[in-house]
Nanobody, 116 residues
């Protein structure tokens, strides 16, 4: 089992940037596929981005060109760099880890608010 701790959420103005971090407890972090999901107010949780153990990334269309997901296996940490933020990016952002047996693990979430 792996524990995930997100950080980096904040209040930011439209057009601003934030970097979210997801620290994992497992030293076998490198074998996990990692992902970011978000839950806007009053809506269901949705996929944002993912990165495989090999470093391949995938993004939802609404964030392509603005968000970049990366990982540092030496630090057991995944990141989500968010640029050109929009009010519709406001949500609780959750980190996800998927092990080779396709079991899912979730962090507690971090709030991102984009508002003037």
């Amino acid at each position: 089992q792996v524990q995930l701790v997100e950080s980096g959420g904040n209040l930011v103005q439209p057009g601003g940037s934030l970097r979210l971090s997801c620290a994992a407890s497992k030293t076998t972090f490198s074998i996990y596929a990692m992902g970011w999901y978000r839950q806007p107010p009053g809506k269901q949780r949705e996929f944002v981005a993912s990165i495989t153990s090999g470093g391949s990334t995938n993004y939802v269309n609404s964030v392509k060109g603005r968000f970049t997901m990366s990982r540092d296996n030496a630090k057991n940490t995944a990141y989500l760099q968010m640029n050109s933020l929009k009010p519709e990016d406001t949500a609780v952002y959750y980190c996800n880890a998927k092990d080779p047996y396709l079991r899912n693990y979730w962090g507690q979430g971090t709030q991102v608010t984009v508002s003037a």
